[in-house]
């Protein structure tokens, strides 16, 4: 199983930034596809981003978070983060980074494994 730690989350003005990132010593870690979902309380998770595997040529986005947000991966270190540039209130979640989906990686039923979650909290 994949294990995965997050880190980086914080209060926030709206306009502010964040970096998130995810950390594991998982061997395999650049041939995994990596994805970030986020979750409100009482709410379902849901996708935010998503890397292709290797070299990370290829991104998707939740059309909220498109030209705000920015997937990216550092395989020497077994890294993923989420670049988050103006910050909206609506972006208030749990941040969570997900690996290796097999299906349909927009859903979170898709992933292998998970991290504990980042807490991002966007004030008005």
């Known amino acids: ?8 989350g914080g209060l926030v003005q709206a306009g502010g930034s ?3 990132s995810c950390a594991s010593s998982e061997r ?6 990596m994805g970030w979902f986020r ?14 595997s290797g070299s990370g040529s290829v991104t998707f986005y939740a059309d909220s978070v498109q030209g705000r947000f ?3 991966r550092d395989n ?5 983060y989420l670049q988050m540039n103006n910050l909206k209130p609506e972006d208030t979640a749990a941040y ?5 989906p097999d299906g349909n990686w927009r859903s979170p039923q898709a992933y292998n494994g998970w991290g504990q979650g ?7």
Do not use: H, W
Request: charged residues 15%; contains cysteine.
């Open 1 to 8: 199983q994949v294990q995965l730690v997050e880190s980086g």
């Open 18 to 20: 964040l970096r998130l």
């Open 28 to 33: 395999t870690f650049s041939s995994l596809p």
């Open 39 to 52: 979750q409100a309380p009482g709410k379902e998770r849901d996708f935010v981003a998503v890397i292709s």
């Open 70 to 72: 920015a997937i990216s």
């Open 76 to 80: 020497a270190k077994n890294m993923v």
């Open 96 to 100: 969570y980074c997900a690996a290796d």
């Open 118 to 124: 980042t807490q991002v909290t966007v004030s008005s």
